[in-house]
């Protein structure tokens, strides 16, 4: 039976999906009746995440006899359970191990196998393989609080975002920092790619060499200390062998000699052999030549339509360890830091998008540049096509400036009237404001508004024109700070999406012109 299990364990890596392979085949596991009618009888269950947790986890399954496996911690004690200072130690912490002395379910190196990828999983530097886009998920660490990022999904699975909310979910407190997936994801993977390329590959060869020699010379040091170590225990031997049977107080002091040398080779044996497993294979020269090759091909294989997210995944997972990621407050600058296997780290910055032109680093000197082009009688298209050829960046979905950016930018420093010529042809009342006035007033995104206006949270009319119809909101003073209270406010204390006004002032004339936007678009 625990054949079977660790047989699914090794096929799926996580308990979750061992249990998923025990319901799928039906594997129930024995359990003996503690009180009750049938106590004492042998009745067969569905497993559980505990009871499978046990059973990977405990030696005596790999035919191991272990004493102190559950030893008492008094720093953890808490007042009132007194259960809560005993831990459980590993076999090697444990007072005896003494391996094949019991039958075995699974050979040793299965159960030293099944340790280290429960051991993975549990780290938060290491995530395993899971479904979706995400090829960072479980590697991506927050820079200001330590903890891992955990990968989010919105838009049916479309939109990725790599969210730190572990404090705001456990102690209230605000959201550490936030950013979109894709752009991270697309910048890690050439950090890959180029760490695959053959001159990178080549050096990190030659590093291998480096560390193989730097490995020989502690073997080299192992064996002294073993070869000391024997000759200790070989000399308190002789000693003891030497001593007259008469001198009885002499015999059982170099016998107590003899047992401390035996005592403390065998512990260093222990320590050497702890050392060599935990020391990685090293490759042989085919494997080396195959390597070369190898690289060749990568980036094309990477990027096949044939080649899966999980397969990415494991390739990103074999070579980085964690991904240290900082925004620089709410701007499009984010410091990355890569954990490459081996200790080496990577640090770059990467540019991400933001929400609005506010958030740039730069708006400043591009506020400047687009106001000094405006004085020089540029027009807004001339504007765009000059900062495109300068360098500059806008804040999102695109990498180039339009010639609707450039008159948002001029809008904002009252540069433009940001009106067009059928706008100004519209009769309008007081407090009414167009989109983009209102936009600007509230120092907002106006697709974000407009989504406000779908959504019903403003109340709004649509003025005919001969051209197209034009939507003016109405805004009063109280209006406007009610909108200021909601764009600063968090996400969980906005209004709920629904089609009724939220506290909103009527009109005091013309009711029937005002409406809430519905679905299709049109005023009632």
Request: hydrophobic share 40%; proline share 6%.
């Amino acid at each position: 039976m625990l054949r079977e299990l660790s047989a699914g364990y090794t096929y799926t890596t996580t308990i979750n999906g061992v249990i998923r392979y025990c319901v799928r085949h039906r594997i129930q596991l024995p359990h003996r009746v503690a009180s009750g009618t049938h106590k004492g009888e042998l009745v067969w269950r569905r497993p559980t995440r505990t009871t499978l947790s046990n059973l990977l986890r405990h030696p005596i399954y790999a035919g191991a006899y272990v004493y102190g496996r559950r030893p008492i911690v008094p720093q953890c004690r808490q007042a009132g359970r007194p259960a809560t200072d005993r831990r459980v130690a590993q076999p090697e912490d444990c007072y005896v191990l003494l391996r094949e002395r019991l039958p075995a379910y699974i050979s040793w190196e299965q159960f030293e196998r099944n340790r280290k990828q429960l051991a993975a999983n549990a780290q938060a530097s290491l995530g395993v393989i899971r479904s979706g886009p995400a090829l960072l998920a479980g590697l991506v660490i927050c820079g200001r609080c330590g903890l891992r990022m955990s990968a989010a999904y919105n838009n049916n699975g479309s939109g990725l975002r790599y969210s730190c909310g572990r404090n705001a979910a456990e102690y209230g407190r605000a959201r550490c920092q936030t950013l979109t997936g894709g752009p991270l994801d697309a910048f890690v993977s050439t950090l890959v790619l180029q760490a695959l390329e053959p001159a990178a590959l080549e050096v990190s060869l030659h590093v291998a060499a480096d560390v193989e020699a730097q490995r020989q010379l502690l073997h080299q040091h192992w064996h002294q200390r073993l070869e000391r170590a024997r000759y200790d225990a070989e000399r308190a031997q002789r000693h003891y062998q030497a001593v007259e049977p008469e001198h009885r107080l002499v015999a059982r002091t170099l016998e107590r000699q003899w047992e401390e040398a035996l005592a403390a080779q065998d512990t260093l044996q222990a320590e050497h052999r702890r050392f060599l497993r935990e020391q990685p294979a090293t490759l042989s020269a085919p494997e080396r030549e195959a390597i070369r090759r190898l690289a060749q091909d990568i980036p094309a294989l990477w990027h096949a339509p044939s080649t899966t997210v999980a397969e990415r995944q494991a390739i990103i997972r074999h070579l980085v360890e964690r991904i240290v990621v900082t925004l620089q407050g709410e701007s499009e600058r984010v410091e990355v830091v890569v954990h490459w296997m081996g200790g080496h780290q990577s640090q770059a910055t990467m540019i991400r998008p933001v929400a609005c032109f506010e958030q740039l680093s730069y708006i400043e000197a591009l506020r400047g540049r687009v106001a000094m082009l405006h004085q020089q009688g540029c027009d807004r298209p001339t504007i765009a096509a000059t900062l495109n050829a300068e360098g500059w960046r806008p804040a999102k979905r695109r990498t180039t400036f339009t010639a609707a950016m450039v008159g948002s930018l001029l809008l904002r420093q009252g540069l433009g009237s940001g009106r067009p010529q059928r706008v100004a042809e519209v009769e309008r009342q007081m407090h009414e404001w167009t989109l983009t006035e209102l936009a600007h007033t509230l120092e907002m995104p106006p697709p974000t508004l407009y989504k406000w206006l779908r959504q019903g949270y403003l109340q709004a009319r649509q003025a005919r024109h001969i051209s197209a119809p034009v939507w003016l909101i109405w805004a009063d003073s109280s209006e406007l700070q009610r909108l200021r209270a909601f764009r600063h406010a968090s996400r969980p204390q906005r209004w709920p999406a629904s089609t009724e006004p939220m506290a909103a002032k009527a009109k005091p004339t013309a009711p029937r012109e005002w409406t809430l936007r519905e679905e299709g678009g049109n005023p009632s």
